[in-house]
């Protein structure tokens, strides 16, 4: 079985990073990181969906997810039959509704991991945020079904019940910094492969392996 993690970061020359031709770059680099680590090409719209509408592989040799945010591009992908995996990646900046996503979708013991006492802990938000977004991807399942995620954290710490594993990484600097989280269904605890496909890489850090 391989486990991977393909990244690749734009050139950072684009003041309005919500323009459709952004997004739409970031699209398309993330199809060139999927058809380099599946070694097949993807192109377009040529990926076949679900009921759920999640995109999975014609063949069922592998399984794969898809996430972008600010100028990243990343690709989770893991090789065999019946496999599954998920990832988010989340640009660390502040947004005005991140307080009320808390206070009303996410449980007592990460309400407190990320309150820290008074003060909201950016970084923390983002970190919950992203292993939620990787756990309903990985389910095919949508954002309005948040409050249905069990929680990621446990007497302080990170864990999380079910047949699952998470792992938690930050990229990037205080300039550009960013949350990314994979999984894979199933309790082996392989760690993926990391592969840059772009010039330009961000340092990355390991934050945490959940199971």
């Not at 459709?20 to 599946?38: F, G, M, T, V, Y």
Request: proline share 4%; net charge negative; aromatic share 12%.
């Amino acid at each position: 079985m391989s486990y991977y993690l393909g990244l690749s970061i734009l050139s950072n020359n684009d003041d309005n990073r919500q323009t459709e031709n952004h997004k739409k770059l970031l699209s398309a680099e993330a199809r060139h990181i999927l058809s380099q680590l599946a070694e097949r090409p993807f192109a377009g719209d040529d990926l076949p969906k679900d009921e759920q509408g999640r995109p999975f592989s014609p063949d069922g040799n592998f399984d794969f997810n898809i996430s972008h945010s600010g100028t990243l591009a990343a690709v989770s992908l893991i090789k065999g039959k019946n496999k599954r995996t998920g990832c988010d990646v989340e640009l660390v900046r502040p947004r005005n509704w991140a307080k009320e996503i808390v206070e009303e979708y996410f449980s007592a013991s990460e309400r407190d991991y990320i309150l820290c006492g008074d003060q909201f802990n950016e970084t923390k938000f983002y970190e919950i945020w992203t292993l939620k977004e990787c756990y309903l991807k990985l389910r095919g399942r949508t954002i309005s079904e948040i409050s249905s995620v069990p929680s990621f954290i446990r007497g302080g710490d990170f864990s999380f019940e079910g047949e699952f594993v998470f792992y938690l990484y930050e990229l990037g600097n205080m300039e550009e910094r960013y949350i990314l989280a994979t999984a894979i269904k199933g309790t082996e605890e392989i760690q993926p492969e990391i592969r840059w496909f772009s010039p330009v890489t961000l340092p990355c850090r390991s934050i945490a392996k959940i199971n």
